[in-house]
């Protein structure tokens, strides 16, 4: 049984316990340099832009986490959205500062200084044959990269998502580290794993995660 299998044996049973005090994840460190040959929407009915404050409303109906909207404008994240038939149809989050909380885990992600990392992808059900991902990154992400002086996007996504997974690989994301997640009596835990170096480091948390019946993707992607 390999380590994607193990991982999601695991993450079944624990999550079946009731009142369970244990649960693991692990999470792919992924990073992108874009290129030129990004393929973008030719769909002139779909508008890639960047998402403001206004936007709130329309973001919203995509279900995805509405409440968190506003605080992340206020916080001065960057977002790009998606426009077809006059409603938002998808968006991702992009975060320039040294440092970002994961929502999910509270795990705090060094943005190293050439880097923004993104977060929270989105697309409806009905627009992911439609390019609408691809496009954030050829139509918005190398502009904004370009304005912030910034060579790469870093991501993080959870190693069972495998059609998010996939979908990054496709783009030319690569992996270069590992982030094995535990939760215990509440309290989270990190181990580190450089890919290709070995190097493991764990660090404590002193906000606890959110596992068990709240384990909804924060990353939903198909390409």
């Known amino acids: 049984m390999n380590g994607f299998s193990v991982l999601t044996f695991a993450q079944k049973v624990l999550r079946r316990v009731p009142f369970a005090t244990l649960d693991v994840n692990c999470l792919n460190c992924l990073e992108y340099y874009p290129h030129e040959s990004t393929a973008k929407n030719d769909d002139g009915a779909i508008v890639i832009r960047e998402g403001t404050a206004v936007d709130v409303e329309l973001m919203a109906e995509c279900r995805n986490f509405p409440e968190r909207l506003p605080e992340r404008f206020a916080a001065s994240e960057y977002c790009v959205v998606g426009i077809g038939d006059g409603k938002v149809i ?102 580190r794993r450089a890919i290709g170096r070995g190097e493991k480091k764990v660090k404590h948390a002193s906000t606890p995660g959110t596992f068990g019946a709240n384990t909804k993707q924060a990353t939903d992607f198909v390409s």
């Open 90 to 191: 998808g968006y991702e989050w992009f975060c320039d500062k040294p440092r970002h909380m994961e929502e999910r885990y509270g795990y705090e992600v060094e943005i190293p200084s050439d880097a923004i990392y993104g977060y929270d992808a989105f697309v409806l059900p009905t627009y992911r044959r439609a390019g609408v991902w691809k496009s954030f990154h050829a139509q918005f992400l190398q502009d904004l990269l370009a304005t912030l002086g910034r060579k790469r996007v870093i991501v993080m996504v959870d190693q069972n998502n495998s059609v998010s997974m996939k979908a990054h690989l496709r783009l030319g994301y690569t992996l270069y580290r590992k982030i094995y997640v535990f939760m215990i009596c509440g309290n989270c835990f990190w181990i």
